[in-house]
C-alpha cells in the first residue's frame, strides 16, 4: 500500500500497518466519513502499537440503540 507523504511524495506503509489499517476500513464497512477522519487522526504515525491501540478502541464502540433510533429517524 502506498501512501503519500508531505508533499504528495509517495511512501510505503510498513506490512504490519497496512495490516491494522485494513482491518480498520474493514470496520467501517467502507464509509468514506470514518475512513477519512481515521486516516488523517493516524496520518504520520509509523508505531504498530498505537495503529493497534487504535483499532483496539474502535472495536470497542457500540452505538447505542437509541443513538441508531434518533440517526435513523
Not at 508531505?6 to 470514518?34: D, K, M, Q, S
Not at 483496539?56 to 441508531?68: F, I, R, S
Amino acid at each position: 500500500m502506498i501512501k503519500l507523504g508531505h508533499g504528495g511524495t509517495p511512501r510505503i506503509l510498513p506490512y504490519e500497518i497496512e495490516e491494522v489499517a485494513r482491518c480498520i476500513v474493514e470496520r467501517f464497512e467502507g464509509l468514506p466519513l470514518g475512513i477519512k477522519v481515521m486516516a488523517r487522526t493516524m496520518k504520520g504515525i509509523n508505531d504498530i502499537h498505537r495503529w493497534e491501540h487504535a483499532f483496539n478502541k474502535l472495536n470497542k464502540l457500540e452505538m447505542g440503540q437509541e443513538v441508531e433510533e434518533e440517526v435513523f429517524k
